[in-house]
């Protein structure tokens, strides 16, 4: 099974062997995204992926990432996608994360993984999927005191990308405030 991760104008292209699973609103907490309104599908196996693939012609981005857990009810998944610049030092952030996503009613569907180019340019080196119980559970891990020792780590050992998707609509205006209050304490 793969998680495509895609700008929304892929939605046309998936057939047979895949579904939907989030499409709402996008924020981003860290650089910008090569798609503003996201697109996350669970693909079957293979030859569903290789049929996306075929029919992706002028989709702005998109990548596959091999999933290993079926998604359940949350109502906010995270996209956190890196290009690596120091393996050593990312290390002991990627023993140290899953506790902390764990406390917070997170659980990985996708993590790090094989990663398959789809279509447009931008290919991270890894890329994790987490699913939240709400968009509030996602801004409060991130946000978290306990989670900003390893966030220090993951942002000197990556160029990274991180990015909150409601399964559908709109983000709640109180996970939105979260962030914006946040990004401007810096």
């Not at 996708?110 to 398959?116: E, Q, W």
């Not at 005191?145 to 205006?173: C, N, Q």
């Amino acid at each position: 099974m793969h998680y495509l991760i895609s700008s929304n104008d892929i939605a046309g292209a998936l057939g047979v062997g895949s579904r939907v699973i989030a499409e709402g609103e996008m924020l981003s907490f860290e650089e910008p995204w090569a798609f503003d309104a996201p697109l996350i599908a669970r693909v079957e196996d293979a030859a569903a992926l290789d049929a996306v693939k075929s029919r992706a012609v002028g989709v702005a981005s998109a990548f596959a990432v091999e999933g290993f857990d079926e998604p359940g009810a949350g109502q906010a998944i995270v996209i956190a996608a890196h290009l690596m610049r120091d393996m050593e030092m990312f290390k002991p952030y990627a023993a140290a994360v899953p506790d902390v996503i764990k406390r917070f009613g997170g659980r990985f569907l996708a993590r790090a993984g094989k990663l398959t180019p789809v279509a447009g340019s931008f290919m991270p080196d890894r890329a994790i999927l987490i699913e939240f119980p709400t968009a509030d559970d996602a801004v409060a891990f991130y946000f978290s005191d306990v989670y900003a020792p390893l966030l220090k780590i993951r942002l000197a050992a990556t160029d990274p990308r991180f990015g909150l998707v409601a399964r559908s609509g709109r983000i709640p205006d109180s996970a939105r405030a979260a962030v914006a209050r946040h990004l401007r304490a810096g």
